[in-house]
């Protein structure tokens, strides 16, 4: 599998990066994004700690990748105060990203308090014990884009739009929302130095690793890698697609610029592809198929199911004006790279570590689109 990207000094311009020699802490780093912000992290040459449960599917994108190898890995449950106290003070961490949470729409409606309570008291749990340690500068909270009220429109949803959500995991995602504004005004802002606190609303994202159920990408490989035809709910849906170094590439701006600058880039900001990224599901796994190395194969699964958004778009413009964040990838690309990742997972020989940050050079010296 040959890069697909121009080969740059991407290391080089990594070392001389604002969170180089950081104490950063992610929650969530045994999930999928947060495995693959932890492996970035460190090649940013930041000390990296990481507090979540044990990673959530197998296998996983934090094994296979052994994000862990070079960083302090507490394990617990975000929601427990005592034991999240216990890594602030031994790691005394300079820089939070908050990424544990419940993030399956079909798991909220089955489990819809234990959604609540991982997205909304997990949060306000994380935000309480940065408060208290007087060693936090910088804290960037995933949220997502469907923490809006959707009203399925064609053009996209920009910060100061109303907050809602259909489903208990999109309300949950709004009620993080606010919590994390009562803290940011309650506490940060009165704090002395400042504390900056941001939200970033992301998209779809897909990429290598990802092995969670009832996704898109992930239930397509465990179906292509046992030899069956994947089940696909409704293959008319339209999701605004990006790879998940796209959104995190914001998160990382977003802490660089609140650890200058904690006024002005506090607050809620959007990661979204632009509008010609806006595909249907059946688009995606037609575009999947032609670069996977195998049979890729799915079958129209008419069960009643609960209900999913049929449409939905953030408008990004201001983290393009004030961070200038753009995405980096087309849609080709980022299916291509996706398929390169779990071709590599399929060789034994592979080591996934190097294949993660090999992509993560590529994606570091693609210039941004306009």
């Known amino acids: 599998m040959g890069e697909r990207f121009a080969s740059v000094e991407a290391v080089d311009v990594m070392v001389r990066d604002p969170l180089h020699g950081r104490r950063v ?39 296979t990748a052994c994000a862990g190898d070079g960083l302090a890995d507490f394990r617990g ?19 939070v990203f908050h990424l544990a949470a419940q993030s399956i729409v079909r798991e909220g409606y089955r489990a819809p308090v234990e959604t609540y309570a991982t997205n909304v008291v ?53 009620c993080t929302e606010f919590v ?19 939200t970033a609303r992301a998209g779809n994202v897909i990429g290598g690793g990802d092995w969670a159920r009832d996704r898109l990408v992930p239930d397509l490989a465990r179906a292509a890698n046992g030899g069956q035809r994947a089940m696909i709910r409704n293959p008319a ?18 802490a660089r610029r609140l650890c200058a600058d ?23 796994v037609t575009r999947l198929a032609t670069h996977w190395q195998g049979s890729l194969n799915w079958t129209m699964d008419g069960g009643v199911h609960p209900h999913e958004a049929g449409r939905l778009l ?18 080709e690309e980022t299916i291509g790279i996706t398929a390169d990742w779990y071709a590599a997972a399929r060789g034994e020989a592979t080591d996934l570590r190097r294949f993660t940050e090999a992509q ?11």
């Open 122 to 174: 997990g949060t306000a749990t994380v935000l309480d014990a940065c408060r208290r340690a007087s060693s936090v500068r910088a804290i960037v909270v995933a949220s997502s884009d469907k923490c809006y009220e959707n009203r399925n429109w064609i053009w996209g949803y920009r910060e100061n739009d109303p907050l809602g959500g259909f489903d208990p995991y999109s309300s949950s995602k709004a």
């Open 25 to 63: 802490l992610v929650t969530g780093h045994t999930g999928f994004k947060g495995s693959w912000l932890s492996i970035w992290l460190q090649k940013l040459g930041a000390h990296v700690a990481g507090f979540a449960l044990d990673p959530p599917t197998s296998p996983s994108m934090f094994v």
């Open 262 to 284: 904690a006024t002005a880039y506090s607050g809620s900001w959007n990661f979204g592809p632009p509008p010609d990224s806006m595909q249907t599901v059946e688009s995606v």
């Open 360 to 370: 993560i050079d590529s994606y570091a010296g693609k210039a941004p689109s306009c």
């Open 180 to 198: 994390c504004a009562a803290f940011r005004q309650s506490f940060f802002e009165q704090a002395s130095p400042r504390t900056g606190l941001a």
């Open 77 to 95: 449950d975000v929601r427990n105060a005592v034991a999240l106290g216990e890594v602030f003070s031994r790691f005394d961490p300079e820089v």
């Open 314 to 331: 953030v408008d990004s413009s201001k983290a393009a004006h004030d961070l200038g964040w753009r995405t980096r990838l087309t849609f």
């Open 237 to 254: 849906a339209v999701r605004p697609w990006q790879h998940v170094l796209e959104p995190l590439a914001g998160y990382l701006e977003l």
